[in-house]
Each structure stands twice: as C-alpha cells, then as structure tokens.
C-alpha cells in the first residue's frame, strides 16, 4: 500500500527495510510499535507509520514520536484526517514533522505545528579553530570512554549506529560528550548530516576534531539545521527545509535523533 502511495515511489524493499527496522528497536511502553492502521472488513486500507521514543534530558524522560510514512487508500481518504489525528490524543507525546512538502507548510501550521528550526547551515568544520587549552580524543561510540559519560547518550549513539549513522565520543578530561551524523550525498558530494549533540555550541567547540574524524571518512561538509548562520563555523546559510513539532516539548535546534532522517535516512 506504501508502495504505491508515494508520487515518488521508493521501492517496496525501501518499505521492507523501514518495517524491519521498526520492529528490532525499542519502544516506550504503552505505545505502538509501528504505528497505526486503519481496517476494513479484514483488509488494511489505511496505514500511518510513526517512530515512538522516549527522550531523555539528563534523568528526565519525555515521549517523542516522528511520522515516516502515511497512506489511505481513495475511497476512504474521509478517515484520512482522523487517521492522521491519533498521536496527539496523548497530550504529553511531542510529534515531529520534519520533511513537510514546501505546499503543506500552511496547512502543517494551521493544525498545530509550530516552526522550531526555519533552515539549514552547511558547515565545513576541519575550518573552524581548534579547541583552546584542552587535549581532545575522539572515539566510535562502540568504545568506552575513559571520562564520565552519560549512560542515556550512550544508549541513544549505540541505536543509531545500528541504524548506519556515524556515532562518536569527543573525549576529554572533564567527560565525554556525544555526537551522531548521518552519511549522506549532496549534489552527489560526500557529507554527514548533523542528527545529535547535547547542544549545538558542543559541536561549535569541537568542530575541528570532529571534521578531521569526517574527513577521514571524505565527508567535508556538515549540514545541520539552524536559524541562521552559526556563529564559530564556516559555512552558508539556508533558508529550506524547515522542522515542525507539536506537543509540550520544543526540541533543541538541530536534535534529530530517533526521527525518519536519523534511522532511513530519509
């Protein structure tokens, strides 16, 4: 049914390995697995994929889910809108929308949606300064650190690099701090997408490590969302694509972790 509901229609391996991947991750208790569906007599004519997480800001948990996929078949798109619905009937659920088609940004907005991130800053970070009066390792998320890290962070780069994003530790003395990109082509150039950090300024700081670690793997360039140019790193500015959410909880700039972007890379 996804197949053949999408005007740019991804193969159904692309659907196969989106479920796959859904059912071997985690999932919030009391919350779906892959989403919802809507039934017919037996037969599934309408489908809402949708990513449940739970979030952590230090020992503080919140639920976030992210749609990736949303399809009614013709004759019942009158259960379209009550389909589409069924995640906010949880008042304490953040819902992402990410990758709204630039025609839909009125209607996204006139449902809800507040606009949290309005564009994206195309970074080459091995440009920026190295960081002042400290000694800086960086690390695959697969080994661990040798200062004190967060247990919830670690949780989160092990999940994504199962997913096929780059997950490291910039170690120093002090602790350890994580970060997650996401390989991808530009204009058919090499480069990572910027998925997580605890904050957009830690990967000001330690751009240049971490530039150097991208380098190595040829990608140049780091594109993450912003609100305009980022102070601390050369880049460019663009006003595109821009991030919804709804629900009590505003994500940090840039935070696209557990979202159809980070584990499709869509």
């Avoid at 009158?78 to 630039?102: C, E, Q």
Wanted: with cysteine; glycine share 8%.
């Amino acid at each position: 049914m996804l197949a053949r509901g999408y005007e740019y229609n991804p193969p159904r391996r692309f659907w196969e390995n989106l479920v796959a991947g859904l059912s071997r991750r985690p999932v919030p208790a009391g919350f779906p697995r892959y989403g919802y569906v809507i039934e017919s007599d037996g037969k599934l004519v309408g489908v809402l994929l949708m990513i449940f997480s739970t979030i952590w800001r230090g020992e503080i948990a919140s639920i976030r889910c992210c749609g990736s996929g949303w399809y009614v078949d013709p004759p019942f798109r009158v259960y379209a809108s009550l389909l589409g619905s069924r995640p906010f009937k949880d008042k304490g659920v953040t819902v992402l929308n990410i990758t709204a088609a630039p025609h839909t940004h009125k209607m996204v907005e006139a449902t809800g949606f507040t606009k949290y991130s309005d564009g994206v800053f195309v970074a080459i970070p091995v440009l920026s300064r190295p960081p002042k009066d400290i000694s800086v390792r960086v690390i695959d998320a697969h080994s661990e650190p040798d200062a004190p890290f967060n247990r919830h962070d670690h949780e989160l780069l092990l999940e994504h690099a199962d997913f096929g994003c780059t997950s490291l530790w910039c170690v120093t003395r002090e602790k350890a701090y994580p970060f997650v990109f996401r390989p991808r082509r530009a204009k058919h150039l090499p480069c990572a997408q910027f998925i997580y950090s605890s904050s957009v300024e830690e990967f000001v700081r330690f751009a240049r490590p971490i530039g150097l670690y991208l380098a190595r793997k040829l990608q140049l360039f780091v594109i993450l969302d912003a609100n305009g140019p980022v102070p601390g790193l050369v880049g460019k500015y663009l006003k595109r694509w821009p991030r919804y959410f709804r629900g009590p909880d505003r994500p940090q700039t840039g935070d696209l972790a557990y979202t159809e972007t980070a584990l499709f890379g869509v």
